[in-house]
Nanobody, 121 residues
């Protein structure tokens, strides 16, 4: 059974940083890419960042390039999202996701439960 469990969300002032974690379990580590999505109130869920488990490829939404970094620790089966220079518009529920690289940015197979990130101005 595949499980994705996010942690690390919280309240931070604009310009601050947070690091989200996603602990993965089940038979996906060596076969699936991992990604992060977010959903703000009243908006659709949107892609944020993705990375292959090998680390050879990464992809970011234009809105977070240069500010967010996705990384992974294969020994811990965990993927991270380091978020710097946070803006109020980054406020959202952030979700971890897993899928084949070809579809991880559009239609992941697995989702976590989400973690709230709130950026105050």
């Amino acid at each position: 059974q595949v499980q994705l469990v996010e942690s690390g969300g919280g309240l931070v002032q604009a310009g601050g940083s947070l690091r989200l974690s996603c602990a993965a379990s089940g038979p996906i580590f060596t076969r699936y890419a991992m990604g992060w999505f977010r959903q703000a109130p009243g908006k659709e869920r949107e892609f944020v960042a993705a990375r292959t488990w090998s680390g050879g490829s990464t992809r970011y939404a234009d809105s977070v390039k240069g500010r967010f970094t996705i990384s992974r620790d294969n020994a811990k089966n965990t993927v991270y999202l380091q978020m710097n220079s946070l803006k109020p518009e980054d406020t959202a529920v952030y979700y971890c996701a897993a899928a084949a690289w070809a579809v991880v940015t559009t239609s992941p197979d697995y989702w976590g439960q989400g973690t709230q990130v709130t950026v105050s101005s």
